[in-house]
């Protein structure tokens, strides 16, 4: 991928049938831990509810599971559709979360988890996303933000690993790009007996340093309140696996 020229949309592409085999051990005790984290650390208990990039709805159904209503939103059909198989009676739109399909002040609480920000080819889009969240949400409603450590994924990058799904290889490629600020994945897969990959796909997710993070909140009136290390609610730190931030509309 050039640094020069704009990148591609790579996740038009790769959010289907292949990022559900390759991720399916992301699961619901997952789900659990990130929801309760978000609803113990809430002023007030939410009322309505985006997950915003809701994936194949695992964390919808744990709002669910203990009676809250919430509605998801993701960019790619494919998982809409795995969540709509696998947890009947989701309330689920397909958007961009750049452009939220949403009236001014209609949500309490809005969540984004597992890394579902920094995709953009532009910084600029990737505020829109935190100017988004904060017109649908209602004054004083929450937000969660559930991001990397991005100087963990600097200094501990493994550059390439290989593993099996099924009786396919799966060879990931590891880079920093654009002077260490976006991290980028190529996805190379394999069947049996292939030395050519039969299908290849991209993650290309921008480092946002905490610092940097905090500030494009500020600027979209986003106020923090809580940052976590992991969703079982530790301090954040600077080894710690996630950088997840918590707080208000303004």
Known sequence: MSTSSRAPEWYRAWFGEEY??????????EAEAGVDLVLRSSVNPPGAIL?????????????????????????????????????????????????????????ELVVNFFTSFGYFAEPEEDARVLAEIHRILRPGGCFALDFLNAERVRSALVSE??????????????????EGTVVVKEILILGPGQEEPEARYCERVRLYAPEELEEMLREAGLE???????YSGAPACADCPRYILLGHAV
């Open 20 to 29: 559900l085999a390759l991720y399916s051990h992301r699961d619901e005790e």
């Open 161 to 178: 690993d290989e593993r099996r799904v099924g009786n396919r290889r799966v060879i990931q490629k590891r880079r920093l790009d654009e």
């Open 224 to 230: 923090l309140e809580h940052t976590f290390g992991d």
């Open 51 to 107: 997950d915003l990039a809701c994936g194949a709805g695992r964390h919808m159904a744990e709002f669910e599971r203990r009676g809250l209503r919430a509605i998801g939103l993701d960019l790619s059909g494919t998982l809409l559709q795995q969540a709509r198989s696998r947890h009947v009676g989701l309330l689920l739109v397909q958007g961009d979360m750049r452009h939220l399909p949403f009236a001014d002040r209609s949500f």
